[in-house]
């Protein structure tokens, strides 16, 4: 249990106490320090459920399964094995006897069963991925490590979700619990977990500290980081300059390669470079005219500057990427290449539409620039073929707000779709199928044909055919042009050159730190 | 007694305006088309899921009702939750206040220990170079992009010479919270390195809020002393060396830095209502910063609370401004 | 100012010759119309005029040299060039922002302060309550509503701005209203709006100039600050708050980038506070110098 880290303003009587009962932190110098682009307004690992406040769920949490290395591969975690009935609906999973919370109870099945009606009852983070799947109350813990999982209908990504369930301590979380709040209030400030590292400090407006917690049940190897911080600095060129002066020994490897260029010209950064799964994209609203019309979409799609924007602007740093799945992922359709960049093409298809033209807006996002680039790259070469861009640039929060609103939706939105979990879904699925409309589904494109080999690839256990249902579908959604597809992303993580044994794994994003030491 | 009747008619004027300025910022963070359901819900969030989760914190309520409860919360002391971190508003207010509170503090120390020597300077040396000079110095101060000049101060003093940090209150997180302002706390502790690392992180922050403040202090302390030394002839030969100096200095400076003090107290009052660019460049964690972010995600109970807060500062500010200026100068009471 | 106006083109004439023979106002005025010159003509001063929409991927980042005078941006657009065009866009907004809180502020303050009611009261809480909503927050809230475009940044400041002058007009006119020569008309029964306007008006108009001189100042530098958290027009809008803040991911490698916007808004509003600060030593000796807000 970790005291909140509040900052009274008048509070000169407790503070001897206070002093005396903390250990002071361990020196500068032997602290791992992350730059992070985003705040830690939470640390409740059940209510967010992104990238830039991953560190949370990976360190400080552990799922049943967990995603390691490139490709992600899933090993046993809290969980030794699991089995699944025939019907594909019953998942078994064995957990492990030797693992300890942090305050040094046991953690037992009656953890995981709190931990996901937690997650179902709060309905955020991520829920959306379960509720489909999971009725509350449908699972259960026939022993104290055992439990079971029954789910409303055969799932073949229900395996890749598994790492998501953070297991919380339910006896301390239920302790601190407030007129029925699940402990959200608490959990928001402290942590409960079995993870790797224990909270030491924590302010929302500046990030936190955390110890190593030695009893963790998957042990240490012979090296390891004793303190770790994470501390927000929202600025990229903060970030970079810290990473350079050496103030910090690691931060966000999506930067763009003018910063790379900048780390490798230092010599105090090293870049670690790995394939990812990360598709950068215009997603396309594809039910608002004049985009629903096919051929306004292949005059987008011919109108945009690949080679230009990857080769100048990227410094050929990336690999084209022709549809939503990354190259590197299966079911990503072989031997299909990306659309051109050809202007006349585009003029040509434009000739075509019907309706009316009208100006189109771009959504870009403030604080990552390579989007504005893009859609600069973009807008440039609209005007040439007559079409008026407007660029319309806001913090991602309100942008992804405004995508999921069909009428508040951007024209075009360029971002990154990120990898959640392992599967063709995640990118095809999630962006293109009907299920996911009002959902993840923030192209509102809807294809029939499309949907029907989506939701068998759902529920197939058969591999070979799930390789081959998501890769017509892609086809198909690549043919209709609904959406300008343009790289997958490399992962170029800048780390100290004191640092070693990083394990990167697209999941995580390089910031599960564990595996890491000072060199 | 027509200034206890000043102070009391401002007193009772103060509720209706925050009452107002409740109302206006409930309307500005409402009008905003972000959803922060859709937020809190993240990125994979359902249709279904937002509905909701919109209908539990009640946010499907017409809007003057939701008003109406805002306004019957805080009767009870109570500003709500945070939607996304879902602490207090008022704690969430309290955690960056210190640090908006210290810059603040430094920012002003730093650009009267500047200013009004400066200004007296240049008032008793009328028209001479060093006047002329200043002049240029002061108006330069005033024009000078504060954001600019912060990267400026950025590379110059943590890249190029190295002697500054880039950004950050502290290295970690600092001595143990007690006043919560970092340079106090640690001398209260007799940790001199913490203290030492606060002076150096707050330098380049507080330099770049003092630059304009000290221009506006200079100039205002030039003019009162100018006014004052000028009226009375013999007060400016006594001023400037006969014997007695001390004396008439002390009366000088008395009634010259009327207005300076009044300037003063309007910039700490600007100032704590956070500067959202200095904070932002040098990832300062104060009250700019949480405003920005929680206007961002429409956090409306947070956007509301700092609102008040900022709006409540300022009234207060100003009322104390008013208040001195009838007991300097009773010609002001109307 | 006991005396009510009289001779006013003599007047300005006599101010004018004034201010020719203040040298610091007389930079301050030249500073401005090298500002208006480079708007006018920006399209023939400008080497790549095209370069406002245009990009050259290939030639990003270039330091300054013969092709390009001030290099070029993250794009490979000219900066040069479009340093001049952003020159319309920030007298478009520090013209439009303080001549809309101008026009709103003043009439307000006027009427507040002839009447001494409930409704001057009322009038001038009502101008606190929007003095004391933040700029940011405001602005902000703004851009999010209706997209961040150069008319929410005028809207913004506008919609902030007024009652500073509201409140100096209040002031003023307050202490004018029991001199001689007002207490005259209205006793030979002027109308209320002809008192205002042709006695009064004329007679505060020095106190509104000066302020608004040190007001457009304060509006170009928030306006520019705006501008650089992202909350100000679009690209690819040359706007120079906005350029800063492009340029911090390329410096201190691109010094280049940052440097022409930066001392171009030094510059500007340096010369708005010297011309200002000149007015008020001739119109409005009554008033000290110093005082930033608009």
């Known amino acids: 249990m970790i005291p909140i880290s509040r900052r009274p303003l008048l509070g000169l009587a407790a503070a001897a106490a206070a002093t005396a009962a903390m250990p002071r932190e361990a020196h500068a110098a032997d602290r791992f320090v992350y730059a992070n682009n985003s705040n830690f307004d939470t640390l409740d690992p059940h209510v967010v459920f992104d990238t830039a406040r991953v560190a949370v769920r990976l360190n400080f949490y552990d799922g049943l399964y967990r995603w390691v290395d490139n490709p992600p591969k899933l090993i046993p975690w809290l969980a030794e094995s699991h089995e699944t009935s025939a019907d594909g609906l019953d998942w078994v999973f064995k957990l492990r006897r030797d693992v300890k919370f942090h305050d040094g109870s046991p953690m037992t099945a009656e953890d995981v069963v709190y931990s996901i009606e937690r997650i179902l009852a709060l309905n955020l983070g991520a829920a959306p991925l379960f509720r489909p799947l999971l009725e509350a109350g449908a699972t259960t813990a026939p022993d104290?490590?055992?439990?079971?999982?029954?789910?409303?209908?055969p799932s073949a990504i229900f395996g890749s979700l598994v790492p998501d369930i953070t297991v919380v301590n339910s006896k301390l979380v239920k302790r601190n619990e407030r007129d029925g709040d699940w402990g959200r209030a608490w959990l928001a400030r402290n942590v409960a977990g079995t993870g790797s590292f224990r909270l030491r400090r924590y302010d929302p407006a500046v990030g936190f500290i955390a110890q190593r917690f030695p009893d963790h049940f998957a042990g240490w190897g012979p090296k390891y980081l004793d303190e770790i911080e994470f501390r927000t600095v929202l600025e990229t060129n903060t970030r970079v300059l810290g990473m350079i002066r050496g103030d910090y020994h690691g931060t966000d490897g999506y930067m763009t390669p003018d910063q790379i260029d900048r780390f490798r010209a230092s010599d105090t950064v090293q870049i670690l470079e790995q394939e990812s799964m990360r598709v950068f994209h215009f997603c396309i609203h594809n039910a608002r005219a004049p985009m629903n019309d096919i051929h306004f979409r292949k005059a987008l799609v011919h109108a945009f500057d690949y080679d230009g924007f990857i080769n100048d602007v990227l410094k050929g740093s990336v690999v084209r990427n022709p549809t939503i799945i990354p190259n590197n992922m299966w079911g990503a359709p072989q031997g299909l290449e990306g659309y051109k960049f050809d202007l006349d093409l585009a003029k040509a298809e434009l000739a075509k539409v019907q309706a009316p033209l009208r100006p189109i807006t771009i959504g870009t996002l403030a604080g990552f620039s390579e989007t504005e680039q893009a859609a600069s790259v973009f807008q440039a070469n609209l005007r040439k073929i007559g079409i008026e861009a407007r660029i319309e640039s806001a913090p991602w929060p309100t942008v992804s707000s405004r995508m999921r609103n069909k009428d508040q939706q951007y024209d075009m939105v360029p971002y990154w779709k990120s990898t959640y979990y392992a599967d063709p879904n995640n990118w095809l699925g999630e962006l293109y199928g009907s299920r996911y409309l009002g959902g993840g589904n923030v192209s509102y494109y809807s294809n029939p044909e499309v949907d029907q080999r989506i939701e068998r690839a759902l529920v197939s256990t058969d591999q070979e055919e799930r390789q081959r249902l998501n890769e017509e579908a892609a086809r198909m959604v690549f043919d209709d042009a609904a959406g300008v597809w343009i790289y997958n992303t490399k992962w170029f993580g800048p780390y100290s050159k004191r640092i070693a044994g990083i394990r990167f794994c697209p999941v995580g994003s390089g910031q599960d730190m564990r595996w890491a030491h000072f060199a | 007694m027509k200034r206890l009747e000043l102070i009391l008619s401002r007193l009772l004027w103060l509720v209706p305006t925050l009452i107002g300025l409740g109302v206006i910022t409930f309307a500005i963070s409402h009008v905003i088309p972000t959803d922060p359901v859709a937020i809190l819900a993240g990125e994979n969030a359902t249709a279904e899921q937002i509905a909701a989760l919109r209908t539990q914190l009640g946010f499907d309520r017409p809007l003057p009702v939701q008003l109406l409860a805002y306004f019957q919360d805080l009767l009870r002391g109570d500003m709500g939750v945070s939607l996304f971190s879902q602490q207090p508003i008022a704690e969430e207010l309290a955690t960056r206040l210190p640090a908006t509170l210290e810059l603040t503090f430094a920012a002003v120390l730093l650009a009267s220990v500047l200013g009004i020597p400066l200004g007296v300077?240049?008032?008793?040396?009328?028209?001479?170079?060093?006047d002329h000079a200043l002049r240029i110095v002061t108006v330069s101060g005033l024009a000078i992009p504060s954001f600019w000049l912060a990267i400026q101060l950025q590379y110059l003093f943590a890249m190029q010479i190295g002697v500054a940090p880039l950004n950050g209150r502290i290295d970690g997180f600092g001595p143990e919270p007690v006043t919560g302002l970092m340079l106090l706390d640690s001398l209260l502790q007799w940790?001199?390195?913490?203290?030492?690392?606060?002076?150096?992180?707050?330098?380049?922050?507080?330099?770049?809020?003092?630059?304009?403040?000290?221009?506006?202090?200079?100039?205002?302390?030039?003019a009162g002393v100018l006014e004052v030394v000028t009226s009375n002839y013999v007060l400016y030969e006594r001023a400037m060396g006969l014997p007695g100096a001390l004396v008439t200095w002390k009366y000088v400076l008395r009634n010259a830095l009327i207005s300076t003090v009044t300037q003063i107290g309007l910039i700490f009052g600007v100032l704590l209502s956070g500067a959202v660019v200095v904070e932002a460049v040098f990832d300062w964690p104060g009250l700019g910063a949480f405003a920005v972010i929680s206007i961002i995600q429409s956090d409306h109970r947070a956007v509301m609370g700092f609102t008040l807060w900022a709006g409540a500062i300022f009234v207060i500010v100003n009322l104390i401004v008013d208040v001195l200026h009838t007991l300097i100068d009773p010609r002001s009471t109307r | 100012m006991s005396a009510p106006n009289h001779g006013f083109l003599?007047?300005?004439?006599?101010?004018?010759?004034?201010?020719?023979?203040?040298?610091?106002?007389?930079?301050?005025?030249t500073l401005i119309l090298l500002l208006v010159l480079a708007a006018i003509f920006a399209p023939w001063?400008?080497?790549?005029?095209?370069d406002v929409y245009e990009i050259h991927t290939a030639r990003r980042l270039t330091p300054p040299g013969a092709e390009h005078w001030m290099g070029t941006d993250r794009m490979g657009a000219d900066i040069y060039s479009r340093l001049l065009f952003g020159a319309r866009i920030t007298i478009l907004i520090a013209v439009i922002a303080v001549g809309t809180a101008v026009l709103v502020g003043v009439p307000i303050g006027l009427v507040a302060g002839y009447y001494r009611n409930w409704f001057s009261d009322l009038l001038m809480r009502l101008s606190d309550i929007f003095l004391a909503v933040p700029q940011i927050v405001l602005a902000i809230a703004i851009a999010q509503t209706l997209g961040p475009s150069i008319e929410n940044v005028i809207l913004a400041l506008s919609a902030t701005y007024w009652p500073f002058w509201a409140r100096l007009v209040y002031a003023e006119t307050r202490s004018i209203k029991n001199e001689t020569f007002v207490e005259a008309a209205i006793a030979l029964g002027a109308s209320a709006p002809r008192v205002m306007i042709l006695h009064i008006l004329p007679n505060i108009a020095s106190a509104i100039i000066v302020r608004t001189s040190i007001g457009m100042g304060a509006t170009i530098l928030t306006a520019a600050a705006l501008g650089f958290l992202g909350l100000g027009a679009p690209p690819p809008t040359p706007e120079w708050g906005r350029t800063i803040a492009e340029s911090r991911e390329y410096l201190p490698e691109a010094?280049?980038?940052?440097?022409?916007?930066?001392?171009?808004?030094?510059?500007?509003?340096?010369?708005?506070?010297?011309?200002?600060?000149g007015l008020r030593d001739i119109l409005d000796p009554r008033i000290r110098r110093g005082g930033r807000g608009p």
Do not use: Q
């Not at chain 2, 203290?195 to 809020?209: D, K, N, Q, V, Y």
């Not at chain 3, 003599?10 to 005025?29: E, S």
């Not at chain 3, 001063?45 to 095209?50: I, M």
């Open chain 1, 144 to 153: 104290a490590h055992t439990v079971r999982f029954r789910l409303k209908e």
């Open chain 3, 45 to 50: 001063l400008a080497t790549h005029p095209n």
């Open chain 2, 191 to 222: 940790d001199w390195e913490s203290f030492w690392g606060a002076l150096r992180h707050i330098a380049l922050p507080a330099i770049t809020l003092a630059l304009p403040a000290a221009a506006t202090i200079a100039r205002f302390t030039r």
């Open chain 3, 255 to 277: 010094w280049w980038y940052a440097l022409a916007p930066g001392i171009a808004i030094f510059l500007v509003v340096m010369g708005f506070n010297l011309l200002g600060d």
């Open chain 3, 10 to 29: 003599a007047g300005a004439a006599d101010i004018a010759r004034r201010l020719l023979r203040d040298r610091a106002a007389m930079v301050g005025f």
């Open chain 2, 121 to 130: 300077v240049s008032a008793l040396r009328r028209n001479s170079a060093i």
